[in-house]
């Protein structure tokens, strides 16, 4: 694809014209300067620095270990990578759980101190007033509704949301406070197709799929699910668009091979006295 030429930063009334106009919304997550430089260059419009970093960047096998200060470092590895695309905080398991005076001040320190341009944080209608709290304090929220990472451990798992017409109505409720309280966007994750395009008709705000469908106001992915690093793992909502695990581990065999056997580095590689 050809990189984008234009560096005009999004804001939010970028994101909300493309809403207007029908213009499918690209997210995709980042977790690193050049990860997210590329990202930006060929014209994502949204970064997510997901606590999803605890599995592609940190070794953890959830999301719950994600600390404030590792979320912190990442985003502000992001934003420095990024000239265009608006970069989204993704506020990490008890940051936002505990007061809203805390709250308040650990989302402000995403804009604050790692320059991100909004935050991100999972639950329904019970965290609406956090939302509204957020966004009178000039901080813009993008609001997560249906598998919730955060909540894997009290699920037993991860399981899609919204299959019977009990827990349906409950999202079209939290899809409905949450727009009502100022989230500029919505997450919609793993919910059935039809249960996604229902909650896009109903709110007036974007929604973003992640294993949601066709029928949302954009798609999200984790930047290493699409790229195949993981070599035993494709989540069902991901497409491998690449296989860089199995090319990656091949580069670094090559390399370890070529040095044991003293091929590489070569007199080219190598510096010599005039």
Not at 7 to 31: D, G, P, S
Not at 85 to 108: H, Y
Not at 139 to 165: C, F, M, S, T
Request: include cysteine.
């Amino acid at each position: 694809m050809e990189i984008i030429s234009k560096i005009q930063k999004l804001t939010l009334r970028h994101i909300q014209k493309f809403y207007r106009e029908e213009k499918k919304i690209v997210a995709l997550t980042a977790y690193d300067a050049l990860m997210a430089k590329i990202a930006d260059e060929v014209g994502v419009d949204i970064i997510l620095v997901g606590d999803s970093l605890g599995m592609t960047m940190l070794g953890y096998k959830n999301t719950i270990p994600v600390t404030l200060e590792q979320s912190l470092h990442h985003t502000s590895a992001v934003v420095r990578g990024v000239k265009h695309a608006l970069v989204i905080g993704d506020m990490p398991f008890l940051s936002f759980q505990i007061s809203s005076d805390e709250t308040v001040r650990n989302a402000g320190r995403f804009l604050q101190e790692a320059g991100a341009d909004g935050v991100k944080l999972e639950g329904g209608k019970i965290m609406a007033p956090t939302v509204l709290r957020l966004v009178n304090c000039g901080i813009p929220v993008i609001g997560h509704i249906g598998i919730l990472p955060q909540r894997v451990i009290a699920e037993g798992g991860y399981r899609v949301q919204g299959k019977n017409d009990e827990e349906a109505a409950a999202l079209c409720e939290d899809a409905k406070a949450l727009q009502d309280a100022g989230a500029f966007a919505l997450i919609l994750e793993g919910l059935p197709v039809n249960l996604a395009k229902k909650i896009t008709q109903l709110v007036t705000i974007p929604t973003i799929g992640i294993g949601a469908g066709i029928h949302c106001s954009g798609q999200i992915q984790v930047a290493h699910d699409i790229l195949g690093m993981f070599e035993d793992w494709k989540p069902k909502h991901a497409k491998h668009y690449g296989q860089l695990g199995k090319k990656i581990r091949s580069i670094f065999s090559e390399y370890t091979s070529e040095v044991q056997q003293q091929i590489f580095p070569t007199d080219d590689h190598s510096f010599h006295k005039l």
